[in-house]
């Protein structure tokens, strides 16, 4: 008897590594063939009536082969012929998704409660078996995460309304969220981050042609002194952003401030095209300046200061060229050590007695700074002619119609 069903078997055994499937009629009892059928990577069995199935079955695919990125690559047409159809122009680009959102380790339909996964191994001081939840609590549970997706769902579609900028649609000085928390936990809830320029660039390579991301540029400071910019780039704008003001707060300058208010000398600097005129100025007068230089200087904490941009209104290079001159000013103690002088300050408080606002950290030279010295100073010709009077109005030449 188990020789002639061992017969049978084998035959649909082989006929199924043809077809896919079999059924061989026998008489006995029900059981499985198991051997035969994990040589030929099938599964064998017998049930009534009185029949023998052999099904082909594949043990891996792709879908257990190839890793997750791998398979998002292909979804998404991130590499070969889907990316060079679309050349990146007019194309809406397809994201990832998190499919492991709301999902546990080890829930289910079924409701088990695994031991180290959902269920604590120890309870009571026993250990725990493994058991099943009842059929009002899984049903509990399906309808808690069916409205966690909801919920999900509803906050992609929810547009967040951002604080104002310097204009309408403007990227430029709205205000962002604090930078990520450290790996040691620390926050920068004090930092206050402004957004100075969102811009689309694109990158044109032979494999993918025109490939379209965002660059940002974002600016962040306490408004005490501490403050820094950095880019990022990426292929959607919040993920930029987010690059952007996580790697500005790794690259702070502290820059010195004259009294809490205004910068402490003039300064003149340049970056490649643009250049950028600084005065100090005195409490009450104000930011006057570039729209840019303004949220930068409120991030810093001055409050007082007239600055004026000629050359390249390149918001990047005017960025730069403002945190190279304010970085690099002289302040009165360095002045001192410099010149081995005392610094002395006139001030309207004190009429014509001078205050000493520093003093040198070594010995005070005995002779004095040469008179006949020519100091480094480039007029501007638009102050010339303005302190000569030669300087006219813009209105002088144009034609008004006479109605």
């Not at 599964?43 to 043990?59: D, G, K, L, M, N």
């Not at 700074?369 to 638009?382: A, C, F, G, Q, R």
Request: a positive charge; aromatic letters at 8%.
């Amino acid at each position: 008897m188990a020789a002639a069903f061992g017969r049978a078997c084998a035959f649909g055994a082989l006929r199924a590594a043809w077809r896919g499937f079999a059924s061989v009629p026998v008489k006995g009892n029900c059981c499985s063939y198991s051997s035969l059928a994990w040589a030929f990577q099938a599964r064998c069995s017998i049930s009534a009536p009185w029949t023998v199935t052999v099904e082909q079955r594949r043990q891996s695919s792709f879908f257990n082969t190839l890793t997750a990125d791998e398979l998002w690559k292909g979804a998404l047409a991130e590499t070969g012929v889907g990316v060079r159809k679309g050349r990146g122009k007019r194309r809406k680009k397809k994201l990832r998704k998190n499919l492991n959102k709301g999902q546990a380790i080890g829930e289910g339909r079924s409701g088990f409660l695994w031991p180290g996964l959902n269920a604590p191994v120890i309870q009571g001081g026993k250990v725990q078996a493994i058991s099943q939840r009842k059929k009002e609590e899984r049903e509990r549970i399906q309808s808690e995460l069916i409205k966690q997706r909801d919920t999900y769902e509803k906050k992609k579609k929810m547009k967040i309304k951002r604080q104002g900028g310097w204009s309408g649609k403007c990227w430029g000085g709205v205000i962002l969220d604090p930078p990520d928390p450290g790996p040691n936990g620390e926050t920068y809830e004090d930092f206050e981050t402004r957004v100075i320029e969102v811009r689309n660039v694109f990158c044109m390579n032979a494999k993918e042609g025109r490939k379209k991301s965002i660059r940002a540029l974002v600016a962040i400071g306490n408004g005490k002194g501490a403050a820094g910019f950095a880019m990022g780039k990426a292929s959607d704008r919040m993920n930029a952003l987010r690059k952007a003001k996580n790697k500005a707060i790794h690259d702070l300058h502290f820059i010195e401030r004259y009294q809490d208010h205004t910068i402490y000398h003039d300064i003149t600097v340049r970056f490649k095209r643009t250049t950028i005129r600084m005065k100090k100025q005195n409490k009450g007068y104000g930011l006057h300046c570039h729209r840019a230089i303004i949220t930068i200087c409120k991030l810093i904490g001055i409050k007082d200061m007239y600055a004026k941009v000629s050359g390249s209104k390149n918001l990047i290079n005017i960025t730069r060229a403002l945190f190279k001159g304010l970085t690099e000013q002289e302040t009165h103690q360095q002045l001192a050590n410099q010149k081995s002088l005392c610094v002395v300050e006139f001030r309207e408080e004190q009429g014509p007695l001078p205050i000493v606002v520093a003093l040198p950290e070594g010995t005070v030279r005995e002779d004095p700074e040469p008179e006949d010295e020519v100091p480094d100073i480039k007029l501007e010709w638009s102050d010339v002619k303005a302190a000569q009077g030669m300087k006219k109005s813009p209105w002088v030449n144009v034609k008004r119609t006479v109605w």
